[in-house]
């Protein structure tokens, strides 16, 4: 579903909206109004930081403007969101549904839905969580035990989601839920969006190695789920889902979780050059030149509707080393034995082992590569 | 541009078919007569300075395609001498011309490692700054002496003590000879990191062990998967200086080749490693064949100019010019 642009909004170029961005970070750094921090997609949360967002139109990028989109491309997209990751800004309350809820509503939702929530995330307004893994159920997700059942006007959500990032700031939560039982655990598996007031929903903190609280154990005890809100076919579930995360792999948060840190590290050109580490700064920028390529031509294949899965996983994967690869440098440079967690060197350090866990394990990625090339 | 790179490919897949691997110690393979038949030793040049024209995108399609075949020829160097010649404004068709770059602060009287040597008829000597010089090799001025490099061709040392120069006054720049060398050599790499790929993924699909094609084990599976990656962030790096070579701007250029010739490097490591691991001992013998791409991948990795030295000058640009244009001048796509 698209609708024509209308000529009489402005359209900004790839350059214009970069500086948009880099004008706004630029303010809000002049009035402290936030520090820069690696994994901010995750870890930093500002609803004002989203509303400032908004009001330039820049969540939902892609999406039509019936919704408030701008249907701007995917490329365009990259250059906000690149430009944002740069300066550890603190986008993660609407991350999760400007990069893959919205889109799969748009993809799959009914008129109604698409209407009801699509407006709410490009306002700013509507918040996003992902009900995805559970306690049995992490990288073999078609696990879900998760049950929806019938009831008149709706469903009925009852089972346990774990690893919900922002929970308990969301508005709303998306959930993969078991519609049927069956042999094939594949198949029976629907997706729904759950509003948060609903009685019966439950958020409790899981606190992190870092001692913060970002992610959740999400419990639905019966939460009635009216009808349409389910996303696309009932039963129909896993083929949707596959389809997102394949969306969800190939941004640039897969690349620059850890890019602030690089920044710091830069500021210390007396230590990289007595220490004898230009080599290893090199490395990491040529490596990175190559990530940010990838994104972009992820970027255009999804312009041009074309399959995105081989590279998305690939840039995930390498994305994810070179993320840590940058702490390890860092190590040397900005590290010792007095770091503290809140540093940049620690508070990057102690986020990275999620970086190859989330949206897909390493170990998944390659399994999902070597299916494609062991193909006849 | 899709189908002229499909279709330059296939030719040169056609050229490269049953040819021996006979470069060690030997002259110029038999394919070489084809290349220069065909003309694709001076792609990249103009028609009117007698070149075959076409883009510099081109020449690295045929270089690309002839790693990808495991086939050494001295295309780059020739390529390159002969571009050097057009734009100085002297003759390019002599036979075999090849460009060195020295690290002499003056012209050498022995210039070292010499790529195909023993072949070439005219060599460009750059120092490290200030103007090349041309030198016609006739057998009985010149002495030589012959050496390999690892995937066995030739690197020769030669002595023009008794030659005669020519200056080259209109001659590109050292640095813009050297960003052309490294970014077909990035492209050679990646096209040999692209027929090691593919042999390895094709052997352990057909190579049983444990009653099942090898590749059915969940290890070898996720070596295949590491393999593509590094083939597929080879070939980005390589499009990304491509792209660059489409403007004028001579830093953008040679910074990108930079990126290019690391990674490119890198995945030479990564793959050489793959490759023989998943090959098992008969990746080691010569009837296999894998040493065709391996040696290479060892040889080629650090060509003309090391991926230590382009790791260095990389991150000296990063550190002398901060973050912003670590951002916007070194890193970006578009």
């Not at chain 1, 490009?122 to 969580?129: E, K, Q, S």
């Not at chain 1, 230009?278 to 031509?297: F, K, M, P, S």
Request: one cysteine or more; hydrophobic letters at 40%.
């Amino acid at each position: 579903m698209t609708v024509d642009a209308r000529p009489d909004v402005i359209r900004l170029s790839t350059a214009q909206l970069r500086s948009q961005v880099r004008d706004l970070v630029a303010q809000w750094r002049a009035e402290e109004r936030f520090a820069p921090r690696c994994d901010s997609w995750l870890r930093s949360y500002d609803p004002a930081f989203t509303k400032e967002l908004a009001k330039r139109g820049l969540i939902g990028m892609t999406w039509p403007r019936r919704y408030g989109g701008g249907e701007y491309s995917n490329v365009d997209r990259l250059a906000v969101t690149e430009e944002l990751l740069r300066a550890g800004a603190p986008v993660s309350a609407h991350w999760i549904a400007d990069r893959q809820i919205g889109p799969a509503i748009l993809r799959h939702g009914s008129q109604r839905l698409r209407d009801s929530i699509l407006p709410g995330i490009t306002r700013g307004d509507y918040l996003f969580c992902l009900g995805l893994s559970e306690p049995e159920a992490g990288s073999d997700l078609a696990a879900v035990r998760t049950s929806a059942e019938r009831v008149d006007g709706g469903w009925l959500i009852t089972g346990r989601k774990v690893w919900t990032s922002g929970a308990h700031h969301a508005t709303h939560c998306y959930v993969l839920a078991r519609t049927e039982k069956s042999d094939k655990k594949h198949v029976g598996l629907s997706e729904f969006v759950v509003d948060m007031t609903t009685p019966g929903t439950a958020v409790t903190p899981i606190v992190d190695m870092a001692d913060e609280h970002h992610f959740n154990e999400t419990v639905f005890d019966h939460v009635f789920v009216p009808e349409g809100n389910l996303i696309g076919v009932e039963g129909q579930g896993w083929r949707q889902v596959v389809e997102q995360l394949s969306f969800e792999r190939g941004g640039p948060e897969r690349v620059l979780s850890t890019y602030p840190l690089l920044t710091h590290m830069l500021e210390r050109s007396d230590r990289i050059r007595e220490l004898g580490l230009r080599r290893e700064i090199g490395v990491l920028i040529a490596r990175l030149a190559t990530l940010r390529r990838l994104c972009w031509d992820v970027a255009r294949q999804m312009d041009n509707g074309a399959p995105t899965v081989v590279q998305a996983a690939t840039l995930k994967m390498l994305g994810n080393v070179f993320e840590r690869d940058v702490i390890s440098v860092a190590r040397d440079v900005l590290g010792g034995p007095g770091s503290s967690p809140q540093s940049p060197y620690g508070q990057a350090l102690l986020a990275s082992p999620g970086f190859s866990l989330r949206g897909g394990a390493a170990d998944v990625l390659l399994s999902i590569i070597a299916k494609q090339e062991a193909r006849p | 541009m899709t189908d002229e790179r499909a279709a330059l490919r296939e030719l040169i897949a056609d050229l490269a078919a049953g040819q021996p691997d006979e470069t060690a110690g030997s002259e110029l393979p038999g394919a070489w007569a084809n290349i220069r038949e065909l003309g694709l030793d001076s792609i990249g040049i103009a028609e009117e300075s007698g070149g075959s024209g076409g883009t510099l995108t081109h020449l690295a399609v045929i270089v690309d395609a002839l790693g990808e075949a495991g086939l050494g020829l001295p295309i780059i160097e020739v390529a390159t001498a002969r571009w050097v010649l057009a734009h100085a404004g002297a003759p390019i068709n002599t036979a075999v011309p090849i460009v060195v770059l020295t690290d002499e602060d003056d012209q050498p009287l022995v210039v070292r490692g010499v790529p195909w040597g023993r072949s070439a008829d005219l060599l460009i000597v750059y120092p490290k700054y200030g103007v090349p010089c041309s030198y016609e090799l006739s057998k009985d001025k010149v002495k030589m002496a012959a050496d390999v490099n690892l995937a066995g061709e030739p690197r020769d040392t030669i002595n023009i003590s008794h030659t005669t120069g020519r200056q080259l006054a209109a001659a590109p720049s050292a640095g813009a000879v050297r960003a052309r060398l490294g970014l077909l050599w990035a492209a050679a790499l990646t096209g040999v990191v692209r027929g090691a790929y593919n042999k390895t993924r094709d052997y352990v699909k057909v190579r049983e062990q444990f009653g099942a094609p090898l590749i059915k084990i969940p290890a070898v599976a996720s070596a295949v998967a590491n393999f593509k990656t590094q083939l597929l962030l080879a070939e980005a790096a390589v499009a990304r200086a491509l792209d660059t070579f489409d403007g004028t701007d001579e830093y953008a250029q040679t910074t990108s080749v930079a990126s290019a010739r690391i990674v490119a490097a890198s995945a030479a490591t990564e793959a050489a490693r793959l490759a023989h691991q998943l090959h098992g001992a008969m990746g080691v013998t010569q009837e296999d064949g894998l040493h065709r791409l391996t040696t290479r991948l060892w040889a080629w990795q650090d060509a003309v100019t090391s991926e230590r030295e382009w790791s260095i000058r990389l991150g000296e640009a990063a550190i002398n010019g901060g973050e912003e244009h670590l951002w916007s001048d070194l890193t970006p796509a578009f």
